[in-house]
């Protein structure tokens, strides 16, 4: 069996075969002699023989584990007490049959429609691994428990706490050519997410295909608002109505996409299979009742409890963070406020206190969580501007003198300070709702595009150099150790130069990303109809996002590890909801506005509450008719990649009925030949008296009357003789 090379491999390309890196910090342990006597530059500090014991048990664990699971392993000086171990398949095969193996479990759990060739080296050939696959397939090894066949190696796990990171490689050549290529495109091709795939995994191509149908998808209502924003003003009804049709359709049709994605990808259903947390602790062992096996059980009772805690959660993160940003929503009618909460850090904890057993199930349950807080955070502003301030501006404002103390070192005079008391004296500000939502639609996102791709890349160099002076400076004292490249193969320098510096590197987070795309779409859906050019600036930001991000990739953030992932999760389900409150939003704002945009004035009396309960009331249900109809008609499309899942299901239905008539050929209902001559009047009569002693059934008494083929021929051809007699003949001859 030849080895399986990963199609359009580049491992070897520059990487010398390197699989994976795991970064082995011995930190303050020492230095020790079996790995000293190769690398001698390691420092020059002294230690006792414990550390120097400890580290070197700690690193002969590592390196057996690894061999254990059929990995190959070379270590080579790292920096600041770094070892860096390179790991990769000692055998092409045994990862072949690995391959193989998930190939079967997946067909198994209903994720390929095809079973894979009997021959592992035929279904290899027919479908070779990704570069992808492969680094999936060592990271299970590496990673996975003992009893799943994996050396359990988790960096900074039980017993693993020298391990600081376990990483990929970066393909240098794939990633300049990603560059070059997608800055000279508006749009990805196909072709294009599949190369993404086949090097990244799944959940990162997924999200680059959402970001390429988002913007695709934009470019209509950026035409549609430009417009509106140039013939019909703020507050359009047009441009509402538009809008919410607009996000019902992208809805419907990015769950289409994902379904073909998955088929096309072959990752249709791998949620199911699920991957059990490290982390979960389980109550008790039971039998599975199905399997037989014994299985780790958490009670769902308990952990439907913990999970009840989400509802405290949500009204302390609503109580918390909407006390303090309607604090310095009152603090900015004076001047404007900044808010960053701590919240995050305990919704993290709440979710490991709800001991989820899968990864997929803790994800959800923080993706969640998650929502809510960027939900208030990003949008209680402008709904308190657009719900608060405007109907009931003349109310509160006389009560804002409390924060006059917050201005108070910045006044020149008791008059800056003075709220007006009455109503008559405050003129509210029609602007304020338009430039708050100019500014988190067009500023926020030139400032976040700032701190994700230009300040890291900034602050990578910096403390780039700043270690390089800082380390002339101690030579020049004479008290610096050897730089970590000092006694490097000349050959090597340039490759473990380029290794160094990836290991510094932050690890990339899809998460972050998506989060910040669903974020966007819920101020196009939720605030858009108050300034119409809000789809102009995502199309600009998101045709920036989508080559910064794989800037950021390629170049900022370590190689990911490659997951697989059948949609973008959970928060698909945040854009339906965005969706369906932006139908009842955009018709409020709609309602409120609709006189040239300066809204109530600030008087709650100028809005009929009838009015808007009922505009709310028929906005929401004509979304949903609107959806049905949408969702139906997009059901009806058909597309190369649905055809061909049809046609595996057909293929696999066909090739079961052949075997199955194969199988049954041999077996037919025709008696052996003489079975007639069996029937006599005596063994007629002997079945007939045990048929009458024995309780049958009628139906068995009517199937029992005709024994075999021939006598059913010779009954029949008596029927057909009583009602043609043979005189009948000589009739029609006269």
Known sequence: MSSPKASGNSLSQGNYGTDYVVVYRFHDLGIFHPISSFIPNLGSRTFSDADRDEATAGFEKLITELGKVGLQTEVRNGDEQRLLVFVRAADDRVLGTAAYRSRVKDWLYGIRQAQPDKETQVALTAEPLTEAERLRLVYHNITAPASEGGANIVPGGNGWKEVEAIFPLHDHQKNKSWISDWSRKTFLTTEDLDDIRNQLGEKIAYYFAFLQSYFAFLMFPAAFGFSCWVLLGHYSPVYAIVNGLWSIVFVEWWK???????????????????????????????????????????????????????????????????????????????????YDGPLKNFASRLTDYENYETQESHDIAMTQKVFVLNFITSYLGIFLTAFVYVPFATIIVPYLDVFSL??????????????????????????????????????????NFALET??????????????????????????????????????????????????DLDDYDVTSDL????????????????????????????????????????????????????SIGPWLDSLGFFSWLGSITTAALVYMFSDGGLGPDGNPSAIKGWALLLTIFFAEHIYLLVRIGVRTAISKMDSPNMQKDRAEKYMVRKRYLEETMDTGKGATTTPPQGIESSISRKSLEDEARDASLKDSKPEDRFWARQRGVAEVVRVGRGYIDGAMPAGNETKKGK
């Not at 037989?292 to 949500?314: C, D, H, M, N, V």
């Not at 008791?414 to 100019?438: C, G, S, W, Y």
Request: aromatic residues 10%.
């Open 256 to 338: 289409r996409q994902e379904a073909d994605l998955a088929i096309r990808w072959g990752v249709r259903g791998v949620s199911s299979i699920l991957d059990k947390r490290r982390s979960f602790q389980h109550e008790k062992e039971i039998v599975d009742p199905v399997t037989g096996e014994t299985i780790q059980f958490f009670p769902s009772s308990k952990r439907i409890q913990r999970q009840l805690l989400q509802i405290p959660f949500a009204l302390l993160a609503g109580v918390a963070l909407g006390a303090i940003i309607a604090t310095c929503f009152g603090i900015e009618i004076f001047i404007s406020e900044v």
């Open 406 to 447: 917050t201005v108070k070192p910045f006044a020149t005079d008791e008059k800056q300070m003075q709220t007006p008391q009455t109503a008559e004296a405050f003129q509210i500000n029609p602007d304020r709702l338009r430039k708050q939502v100019i500014y988190f639609t067009v500023t926020a996102q030139i400032v």
């Open 454 to 503: 230009i300040v890291p890349f900034l602050k990578r160099k910096g403390t780039s150099k700043f270690k390089a002076m800082q380390h002339e400076r101690a030579a020049k004292k004479g008290g610096a150790a050897p730089i970590a490249a000092a006694n490097d193969i000349p050959e090597e320098k340039a490759f473990l130069a380029r290794v160094r510096s990836e290991a």
């Open 515 to 566: 989060r910040e795309m669903v974020v966007q779409y819920g101020y196009l859906t939720l605030f858009s109809v108050v300034w119409p050019l809000v789809p102009v600036s995502f199309l600009v930001n998101n045709w920036l996002e989508l080559r910064s991000d794989t800037f950021k990739i390629t170049v900022e953030c370590k190689r990911p590890t490659p997951q697989r992932a059948d």
